[in-house]
């Protein structure tokens, strides 16, 4: 299997590249190709919009490429999004696209286009602690769809988001279908009024109240309020899916760590 890393928002890290690198090549079962671009730099983003969609174009367009793999979320993948979509390369119809955080923009547009997404690990998570474990886990799904890599509660069709980028794309061209799924959300560096406001969106948003159930993943690095919220993340998704009439399904095994396991985009267990 070819691999091939894109940087559709932020430059990867040189070490996080290097240390990838060394995981896949010891594996021995995968080629792994960084795209250059991945290292370009222009204020916030991995070079200028023209740059990052060219070069996601180029790895779609590459029949000899087998998977596309995010380097890492940040912000900036909106910004090119449709028109990566707009005109797809037919190879870019038999790859699989992995990652999570601002990816979901990607993710949203390329399953309503009817290609393979799932949220799973990236190459800058090489960098965190425990990040060997979650790079073999997202390279074991690419590779040979190993069981293990999945969010364990995954029991029929879904989809996993970032709660801000979910609540970003909902009603563009990019949202999809979210009618029978179970529905998967995470955050981090937000305050709790701010996780209050955005389900307040997100559940008022008649796509999403044709959803299966929500459940919660992790939110992390919660940024204090004061006064005090007076209550916890669980707490406000379970008050505005109740609000809603959408089922709460519990909580879930992503976020923002090396503890992210993968969703594929309207798995099924069959």
Same mark, same amino acid.
């Given at each position: 299997?070819?691999?091939?890393?894109?940087?559709?928002?932020?430059?990867?890290?040189?070490?996080?590249?290097?240390?990838?690198?060394?995981?896949?090549?010891?594996?021995?079962?995968?080629?792994?190709?960084?795209?250059?671009?991945?290292?370009?730099?222009?204020?916030?983003?991995?070079?200028?919009?023209?740059?990052?969609? @060219?070069?996601?174009?180029?790895?779609?367009?590459?029949?000899?490429?087998?998977?596309?793999?995010?380097?890492?979320?940040?912000?900036?993948?909106?910004? *090119?999004?449709?028109?990566?979509?707009?005109?797809?390369?037919?190879?870019?119809?038999?790859? @699989?696209?992995?990652?999570?955080?601002?990816?979901?923009?990607?993710?949203?547009?390329?399953?309503?286009?009817?290609?393979?997404?799932?949220?799973?690990?990236?190459?800058?998570?090489?960098?965190?602690?425990?990040?060997?474990?979650?790079?073999?886990?997202?390279?074991?799904?690419?590779?040979?769809?190993?069981?293990?890599?999945?969010?364990?509660?995954?029991?029929?069709?879904?989809?996993?988001?970032?709660?801000?980028?979910?609540?970003?794309?909902?009603?563009?061209?990019?949202?999809?279908?979210?009618?029978?799924?179970?529905?998967?959300?995470?955050? *981090?560096?937000?305050?709790?009024?701010? *996780?209050?406001?955005?389900?307040?969106?997100?559940?008022?948003?008649?796509?999403?109240?044709?959803?299966?159930?929500?459940?919660?993943?992790?939110?992390?690095?919660?940024?204090?309020?004061?006064?005090?919220?007076?209550?916890?993340?669980?707490?406000?998704?379970?008050?505005?899916?109740?609000?809603?009439? *959408?089922?709460?399904?519990?909580?879930?095994?992503?976020?923002?760590?090396?503890?992210?396991?993968?969703?594929?985009?309207?798995?099924?267990?069959?």
């Amino acid at each position: 299997m070819r691999i091939a890393v894109v940087a559709p928002s932020c430059t990867l890290k040189r070490e996080a590249a290097d240390a990838v690198q060394a995981i896949v090549t010891a594996r021995a079962d995968c080629e792994l190709v960084i795209h250059p671009q991945c290292f370009l730099s222009e204020g916030h983003f991995a070079g200028p919009d023209e740059a990052r969609l @060219l070069a996601l174009l180029d790895v779609m367009a590459d029949a000899s490429v087998d998977a596309v793999w995010f380097a890492r979320g940040g912000y900036g993948s909106n910004r *090119i999004a449709e028109a990566a979509l707009a005109d797809l390369p037919e190879a870019a119809k038999n790859k @699989l696209y992995l990652g999570y955080s601002d990816a979901g923009f990607l993710h949203a547009g390329l399953h309503k286009a009817g290609l393979e997404a799932a949220w799973g690990p990236m190459p800058q998570d090489a960098l965190r602690p425990g990040g060997e474990v979650a790079i073999n886990r997202a390279v074991d799904w690419l590779v040979r769809r190993e069981p293990a890599a999945l969010e364990p509660a995954l029991d029929g069709p879904a989809m996993a988001f970032n709660l801000t980028v979910l609540s970003n794309l909902l009603g563009t061209p990019l949202e999809p279908d979210f009618a029978g799924v179970d529905l998967v959300l995470e955050d *981090i560096g937000e305050h709790l009024y701010r *996780i209050d406001r955005t389900m307040f969106h997100i559940t008022a948003s008649p796509g999403i109240r044709k959803v299966r159930r929500l459940r919660l993943g992790r939110v992390s690095d919660v940024l204090p309020n004061d006064p005090d919220f007076g209550g916890d993340e669980t707490a406000i998704v379970e008050q505005w899916c109740a609000r809603s009439g *959408i089922e709460f399904g519990g909580r879930a095994d992503i976020g923002h760590d090396a503890q992210n396991r993968v969703v594929p985009f309207r798995w099924r267990n069959d």
